[in-house]
């Protein structure tokens, strides 16, 4: 397997963007050095053979757990909208989506 | 009633037996935070008058059960539906759960108080409690110290006997290590023993509440009464609990001791080294044989954890958008600009960091080169535990390389702050057992501080691993020296 090549500031720039992380570029410079240095040490992964091994996702290898299809208690829409920072009950409230804003 | 010189088990029985109330003792432990966690900071929140109601309900034998009356601290990334839930981040400073979560709500049943929440890095990311948006908790034993981290209020507030048992979680090392620098018992239990409903995710599949007390004894009459499956928890294991799991005192024949050369490193400090060759010596008084195993792929865990738990955080807090709870920025121009924004000034760097990791590690061209290839070495991990624990009954090694670290001496630098977690990481990797045990103190810059040894057992079978946990305990007794406030 080949060995990716380091972590650019176009690399972070592109993660942040993915991550929904506002940045500036003095964040960019301090994070791609520490990102750097902490891939490098991963890339110690490199050393194994890992051909043939299955992959390990969870210690419980469970599939579709599932309980009795009977109604239960949930939470309210007052529950769910306390916290929200901003509402018009019952909705939370959002910027515009759409329309003559920039768009990302 | 000494707090300083009481277990949680004495207390208990104390409260039952009517030799103290369980207001007297709440009222004791909350004028113990008043008096000295001005200068500690393991606390975020204390529930006062709450805590005064539920140790009164107590006395007028409204409420009963195993821990009835006794005053316990929780971190703060479970879900209370009274106070605030902060996982220590500026994210979540005024977030109130709407409600409790399952382990925490099983110590209410049993008739607990709780005291409050403490501090911790934030979203558990971390060694030290200095990656809390709030304050960094200090070392009872040396101020200029960290607690470890990332439940280090929770063992900060348990050494100084600012509460008589608290709870913690472990996703690579955050409860044995801040255990084994605060002088307590720590313990992860096997993944999916307690329910992580109500546990606000850092990493789901690595993710295990466990509590922090001074004795094995406590730490048994804890878990016996939060383990169990939750219906509300898929992933929480249908295993019954062991009846006599808090009967530590049975002492374990046949015994095996297991000692991995991958954990006796010469990098260990010489207090370090010596605190586990008493261990083993003791263990050898009682009969036990000791074994040697191989776990070869020890040095990798580390580089599969910051993959796998980078990965995973980096979904589970996709959820902080600024919409539904947390932080909102009032600078958005659109939908994207007021998730991006709220998430920059909500989360400290190092949460970003992880966010960013994980990100890279799943985003495409990436995937097979980071996280497919660390989910293949996590199995190989795994498999060593597996091979070794057919040879013993537990491995017994150091918890950390080192005494407790100055404040201020990791912060800067994120991949030496990782290394803190090289010997606990593969117990989350693998999902199995493991528990920091008070091994004595060594004296730096003229104060003393603790080591902890660490016990690693099988899945399952925490009940056997107490036990032999015990032996060390009974025969050494460290768990009496407490720090000097």
């Known amino acids: 397997m080949s060995t990716p090549k380091p972590i650019s500031e176009d690399d972070v720039r592109q993660v942040a963007k993915l991550s929904r992380l506002h940045v500036t570029d003095e964040d960019v410079h301090h994070f791609t050095g520490q990102l750097a240095a902490v891939l490098d040490y991963i890339g110690k992964l490199n050393e194994l053979d890992v051909d043939g091994v299955e992959p390990m996702v969870h210690p419980m290898e469970l599939v579709n757990v599932l309980r009795p299809d009977r109604e239960q208690p949930g939470i309210t829409t007052d529950s769910a909208l306390a916290n929200a920072p901003a509402k018009t009950p019952p909705f939370f409230k959002v910027p515009k989506v759409l329309g003559d804003g920039p768009s990302a | 009633m000494n707090p300083t010189d009481t277990t949680l088990t004495e207390l208990r029985d104390a409260i039952a037996s009517k030799s103290i109330s369980a207001a007297e003792a709440t009222q004791t432990y909350l004028n113990r935070i008043e008096a000295h966690d001005g200068g500690l900071h393991s606390y975020h929140e204390v529930y006062t008058e709450r805590a005064m109601k539920q140790a009164t309900a107590v006395d007028d034998g409204e409420v009963t059960g195993p821990l009835a009356g006794v005053p316990i601290a929780i971190k703060d990334l479970l879900c209370t539906d009274y106070g605030h839930t902060t996982c220590s981040s500026k994210m979540l400073a005024n977030f109130q759960a709407p409600y409790t979560a399952t382990a925490v709500q099983r110590l209410e049943d049993a008739g607990a108080v709780i005291l409050g929440k403490t501090n911790m890095d934030e979203f558990a990311m971390g060694s030290s409690t200095e990656n809390s948006a709030n304050v960094t908790t200090r070392n009872p034993w040396d101020t200029d110290r960290v607690p470890g981290g990332s439940s280090g209020g929770s063992a900060a507030a348990i050494a100084a006997d600012l509460c008589a048992a608290s709870i913690g979680s472990d996703t690579g ?30 990493a789901s599949s690595l993710d295990q509440i466990g509590p922090f007390t001074h004795t094995v004894a406590d730490t048994a009459l804890l878990l016996k009464v939060m383990m169990g499956h939750d219906p509300l928890d898929s992933t929480s294991a249908s295993v019954p609990v062991p009846g006599d799991i808090d009967q530590v005192d049975e002492a374990p024949k046949n015994l095996r001791i297991g000692i991995a050369k991958e954990y006796m490193s010469d990098s260990n400090d010489p207090a370090v080294a010596a605190a586990t060759q008493q261990a083993i010596d003791v263990y050898k008084d009682h009969g036990a044989q000791i074994v040697e195993v191989d776990l070869p792929h020890t040095e990798y865990g580390i580089p599969v954890y910051y993959i796998v738990a980078t990965a995973e955080a980096s979904s589970n807090l996709a959820r902080f958008d600024g919409v539904h709870y947390g932080h909102r920025t009032d600078k958005a121009e659109d939908l994207i600009d007021l998730y991006c924004r709220s998430r920059a000034e909500g989360f400290g760097d190092e949460v970003k960091r992880r966010i960013m990791l994980g990100t890279y590690a799943l985003s495409s061209g990436y995937y097979d080169a ?7 070495v996590r199995r190989l991990i795994a498999n060593d535990f597996d091979t070794a624990f057919k040879d013993c009954d537990a491995i017994l090694c150091p918890t950390t390389t080192a005494p407790a670290f100055k404040i201020g001496e990791k912060s800067d630098d994120p991949l030496s702050m990782y290394l803190n977690d090289v010997y606990t990481v593969n117990c989350n990797l693998a999902g199995n057992a493991g528990i920091s045990l008070p091994g004595g103190t060594t004296v730096v810059d003229g104060k ?33 020296k407490r720090p000097q406030l």
């Open chain 2, 173 to 202: 090392g955050s409860i044995r290590q801040p255990a084994a620098l605060c002088g307590v018992v720590g313990m992860k239990p096997t993944y999916g023993r307690i329910s992580r409903y109500g546990l606000i995710a850092f």
């Open chain 2, 370 to 376: 980071y996280y497919d290839r660390a989910l293949k």
């Open chain 2, 448 to 480: 003393e501080l603790p080591i902890g040894v660490q016990l690693l057992g099988p899945s399952f079978d925490e009940s056997r691993l107490l036990k032999i946990a015990r032996v060390y305990e009974s025969a050494t007794n460290y768990y009496t």
